[in-house]
């Protein structure tokens, strides 16, 4: 089992004020683990806001709920971890393609190769180490993962 050294979570109706208080969370998880390099915390952060916006832009509730950003950061051993949740969302149609384009690492590059439908998620891929998607009942559930050399 990984020892997590900092924590955070959120859950809130997804709206423009979740994602201002995503901020303050995750300027506090920085606070708790300070030790983490600032460029990770830099490209991890970006991210997770990245794809919580997309939850709060994008997101369809399902017929008769609320739709819900869920938000679990974690700090362990060389590795960050945000599991971001869309509650009560209906299922993404279609599921985005993980494997579609390639990762691109210099941002001018990314900028001129995708229209903006497909920049956030080409942009979450160059931040982190890995991004899954699943359903999981109601939700529509994102992990986002980055190596970092905190905490080892």
């Not at 974690?74 to 393609?97: C, F, K, N």
């Not at 942009?123 to 994102?142: C, K, P």
Request: proline share 6%; hydrophobic share 45%; with cysteine.
């Amino acid at each position: 089992m990984t020892d997590i050294l900092a924590r955070r979570t959120l859950e809130k109706p997804a709206d423009e004020q979740a994602i201002e208080d995503l901020h303050g969370i995750l300027d506090q998880l920085w606070l708790d683990a300070a030790f983490v390099p600032a460029l990770d915390q830099m490209a991890f952060t970006t991210a997770v806001i990245e794809a919580a916006s997309n939850v709060v832009q994008h997101g369809v509730p399902e017929a008769g709920c609320d739709l819900l950003l869920g938000v679990d950061l974690t700090v362990a051993p060389g590795r960050l971890r945000a599991v971001i949740s869309e509650i009560g969302a209906a299922a993404l149609d279609p599921v985005p393609d993980l494997d579609g384009p390639p990762l691109v690492s210099d941002p001018d590059e990314l900028l001129e190769d995708y229209d903006e439908s497909g920049r956030g998620l080409s942009m979450i891929r160059a931040l982190v180490t890995t991004v899954t998607v699943e359903r999981q009942g109601d939700t529509n559930v994102w992990v986002l993962s980055r190596d970092s050399g905190a905490g080892n």
